[in-house]
Nanobody
Framework: QVQVVESGGGLVQPGGSLRLSCVASGFTFSSALMRWYRQAPGKEREWVARITSTGGSTRYADSVKGRFTISRDNAKNTVYLQMNSLKSDDTAVYYC?????????WGQGTQVTVSS
């Protein structure tokens, strides 16, 4: 059974940092493309960042480039999203996504709120 579980969300002040984690199981994590998405209230879900199976390549949405860093530890079946210089516009539910063998697997999301 595939499981994708995010954690690390919370309330942070503007300019602060958070690190999200996503632990996955039930598939070959080291072969999966991993992505982070987010969905703000009243808006569509948007792609944030992605990392290839070996971690050799990363890409970011323009809105987070230079502030967010995606990484992974295949030994721990975990992908991370380090978020720095957070802004109120970053407030959203953040979702982890695994793309493996032609299938998309989603976590339940973790809330990130940036507010003073």
């Amino acid at each position: 059974q595939v499981q994708v579980v995010e954690s690390g969300g919370g309330l942070v002040q503007p300019g602060g940092s958070l690190r999200l984690s996503c632990v996955a199981s039930g598939f070959t994590f080291s072969s999966a493309l991993m992505r982070w998405y987010r969905q703000a209230p009243g808006k569509e879900r948007e792609w944030v960042a992605r990392i290839t199976s070996t971690g050799g390549s990363t890409r970011y949405a323009d809105s987070v480039k230079g502030r967010f860093t995606i990484s992974r530890d295949n030994a721990k079946n975990t992908v991370y999203l380090q978020m720095n210089s957070l802004k109120s516009d970053d407030t959203a539910v953040y979702y982890c996504n695994a793309w493996w063998a032609g299938y998309d697997y989603w976590g339940q999301g973790t809330q990130v709120t940036v507010s003073s």
